[in-house]
């Protein structure tokens, strides 16, 4: 069984920072695509942040030098580390874990952390 679970959400006052992770099982990590999504209430799910197996990131114009994302490939995890937030920085934040390139089936999704930032 595939299971992604994410954790560090939480209420942070603008400019402040939060780090996300998400620990992966019952995949072959390494092999996979990470990415972080989010979704605001009324609107759609967005890309925020993509890492490769071999560590080569991107990020949405939104959130570039804001948010770094990383892997550790001996832990299963996927990190978000966000700095500088905003309240529209505000949502569901979604893990995904891409393994199409190995087999058209293989596209699992977290169930999502809270990250709230206002006063």
């Known amino acids: 069984q595939v299971q992604l679970v994410e954790s560090g959400g939480g209420l942070v006052q603008p400019g402040g920072s939060l780090r996300l992770a998400c620990t992966a099982s019952?995949?072959?990590?390494?092999?996979?695509?990470m990415g972080w999504y989010r979704q605001a209430p009324g609107k759609s799910r967005v890309l925020v942040a993509a890492?490769?197996?071999?560590?080569?990131?991107s990020y949405a114009n939104s959130v570039k030098g804001r948010f770094t994302c990383s892997r550790d490939d001996a832990k299963n995890t996927v990190y978000l580390e966000m700095n500088s937030l905003e309240s529209e920085d505000t949502s569901v934040y979604y893990c995904n874990a891409d393994g199409r390139a190995v087999d058209p089936r293989y596209d699992y999704w977290g169930q999502g952390t809270q990250v709230t930032v206002s006063t």
């Open positions: 890492i490769a197996p071999g560590g080569t990131t």
């Open positions: 019952g995949i072959i990590f390494s092999s996979f695509a």
